[in-house]
């Protein structure tokens, strides 16, 4: 099976709807505040606007995206073509995960140079992007247009940023907030966005992954699942 053809298409697709130029605005506009800040503040803002590359932008992308297939009655083609659904998230989450990472590491370098970890930047945004996208996905095959799309999934991306929370405001949340942010689908990526500009202890950054591919695996059978099974019905 050649998926080429189809992630070349998928890819236009995403440049023709505007989701490439964003994410390369959003990079200016991030190296730009970067750039104005003082140099510590600019060490602890770098973890959270790679992590929101991969967790943010590969959410609501990818919701949006689908909102917009739907319409156009891309997604319904689906069905009838001898491709299976999979390949069509697959394909959508790999292109949205190399602009987040690009994004990142675009930001990254106009910040610190080359004083920063690829690798774990690249694991931060497969351990975000992945279950980050594919709930997005759901979700909108669920609500099915960008509007209810955006208004919809604000309690849900609320749940997504509990890590970030936790990093900046810890000593005045409650507890057992922190504890749940530590189960959520993208604390595996802001430990290794970390990691990427800074020392994390190794066991912490396993376990980081391995959640962020439970949770992933959890996302495709539970949630997309479903999803996929509700939107071929109708």
Known sequence: MNLLPFIRNDFRLLWRHGFAIAYLVVALVYAAVL???PASWAD???????????A???????GASVCLDLAQGTFR??????????????????????LSFGMAAAVALSNRGLGFRPLPLAVAVIAGGSPSALIGAALALRLRTVNRF???????????????????????????LAALSRWT?????????RAAFAPVPGAELAAGAAAALAWTAAASALILGPAVRAAKGE
């Open 44 to 54: 602890a803002a770098l973890p959270v606007l790679a992590w929101s590359d991969a």
């Open 35 to 37: 750039s104005a800040f």
């Open 185 to 193: 689908p993208t604390e595996g990526s802001f430990l290794w966005a």
């Open 77 to 98: 083609a689906l069905f009838v073509s001898p491709l299976p659904p999979w390949t069509y998230f697959l394909v959508k989450t790999a292109n949205l995960s190399v």
């Open 150 to 176: 955006l208004v919809g999934t604000i309690p849900i991306f609320l749940v997504l940023s509990l890590p970030i929370l936790r990093y900046a405001a810890e000593p005045w949340i409650p507890g057992w």
């Open 56 to 62: 943010f932008f590969c959410f609501f992308f990818a």
